[in-house]
């Protein structure tokens, strides 16, 4: 258990629709990253926060957006979902300055 | 911009020793981070090189040569828990602290 925490765990949607993941770094780390695996792509970075503050930009869609708030924990909304959309999303922490990232047990998102 | 390249897929037997490859190019990185991920799983981390050289750890070694844009994971009295796909990654010298993932061999352990 890597102390990071993402809810749901599968969803299951249609295209045109929006979702929202949740993700909960571990105790202590100020900085959350977004990731996306697909077949075909691997893992892609989306989108790093530090402390409330967007940090970096992956190959992020304009329809996908992010935000930390205050108690640390952080979501990926994904809206007018495409079928190429589903992937598993897996949110990751670290310690500043850390090699180390700690990966959540991901959301399987299938868009129908 | 980033690539690093893999083999797709590795067959080792139980007991034995694997090295898996991964040749990259980027325009600079901090170092280069190995991870583990079993089906359905999180990617969990390895081994990470910050300089040019071996580093241990337990049955796994990771190494890295920057002047032959070159790294590897070698992994040693294979178990078939060690059946999984295995990332090598690096932190591009951005100021931030992502990751960007090699497209992932997949080990097979067999008996």
């Known amino acids: 258990d890597s102390g990071v925490t993402q809810t749901p765990k599968h969803l299951i949607t249609a295209t045109g629709q929006r979702v929202t993941l949740r993700c909960s770094p571990r105790?202590?780390?100020?900085?959350v990253y977004w990731y996306q695996q697909s077949l075909d792509q691997g893992l892609q970075f989306l989108i790093q926060?530090?402390?409330?503050?967007?940090?970096a930009k992956g190959n992020i869609l304009e329809r996908f957006s992010a935000q930390q708030f205050p108690d640390l924990h952080s979501e990926l909304n994904l809206s007018s979902l495409e079928l190429g959309d589903s992937a598993l999303y897996f949110c990751?922490?670290?310690?500043?300055?850390?090699?180390?990232?700690?990966f959540g047990p991901g959301t399987r998102l299938t868009v129908l | 911009g980033q690539s690093l390249e893999q083999p797709s897929e590795v067959t080792a037997v139980e007991g034995a020793i694997v090295q898996i490859n991964c040749t990259y190019q980027t325009s600079g990185f901090y170092g280069l981070s190995w991870y583990q991920q079993h089906d359905g799983g999180a990617p969990t981390f390895l081994s990470y090189n910050a300089l040019d050289g071996l580093e241990e750890t337990g049955r796994f070694s990771s190494f890295l040569s920057r002047s032959d844009s070159y790294g590897y994971l070698l992994l040693q009295e294979l178990q078939m828990k060690d059946s999984a796909s295995y990332f090598c990654?690096?932190?591009?010298?951005?100021?931030?602290?992502?990751?960007?993932f090699g497209t992932g061999t997949r080990l097979t352990v067999i008996p």
């Open positions: 926060y530090y402390n409330g503050e967007e940090r």
């Open positions: 990654a690096v932190r591009p010298q951005t100021g931030a602290n992502n990751l960007f």
């Open positions: 990751a922490s670290s310690p500043e300055g850390y090699n180390e990232q700690f």
């Open positions: 105790s202590g780390d100020l900085s």
